[in-house]
């Protein structure tokens, strides 16, 4: 297939999973912003916009020093877990993810999940999503054993690729974060970036495409 007008020949497909696939963003926020208030802050998009895409330990470093919040990265991690494991079963599917999903294991293209979500949050997440979850060949999440450091290192999507047994130069890869593009181009991939709506497209500069939806993009079905 084609990734897209003016990109090459692409084997395998490996798509981001939060803000990307489904809608787990909104809950982020949501949790953050309840956290954020029991301290008498206020979390914005000011902050949000500098945090999506991070791992779990990183974001919560930025996120209690952007706030400066009285309490340890450790702990901020701790008070939000039971907060996000209520909210993460009823995640629905971003528009067109899920046909997207299906057209490509159809065509038989090698897709997989990479994920800066540890196992347990993306069973949460993908509670309501089992049927079309199953098509994907391989998911990678930030704690399988075999990463070693979660995005911006390619670590993530370089696992994803070995495991579909294809060349990182031959993988396309969806995301929706700038440091989910950059984790990809340092892996040597092809990225289309689909951002969120409020995010201006300047940051993301170094992908190769950027869609503001899955539902506009359109695989060439004759290869």
Known sequence: MNA???????????FD??????????????????????????FDWSIKQNIIGRGAADLARYVVEALDLPITAQEFLVIREPLLRER?????????????????????IPIAV????????FAQKTALH????????????ADDPEVGAAKPAPDIFLVAARRLGVEPRD??????????????KAAGMTV???????????????ADGILRSLKAFQPDRES
């Open 192 to 206: 289309i970036a689909v951002p969120d709506a409020a995010m201006v497209d300047e940051k993301y500069v170094h």
């Open 88 to 108: 993460f079963p009823h995640a629905q599917a971003m528009p067109g993810a899920r046909e997207l999903v299906e057209h490509l294991k159809a065509s038989g």
């Open 17 to 42: 999973m939060d803000g990307l696939l489904l809608d787990t963003e909104g809950i982020y926020t949501e949790v953050t912003q309840i956290i954020a208030q029991r301290y008498g802050r206020t």
């Open 114 to 121: 990479g994920t800066s979500s540890s196992s347990q949050s």
């Open 171 to 184: 993988c396309l890869v969806f995301e929706d974060s700038p440091f989910g593009v950059t984790a990809a």
């Open 130 to 141: 089992g049927e079309w979850f199953a098509l994907f060949d391989t998911i990678v999440t």
């Open 4 to 14: 897209a007008r003016g990109l090459g020949p692409i084997k395998a497909v490996i």
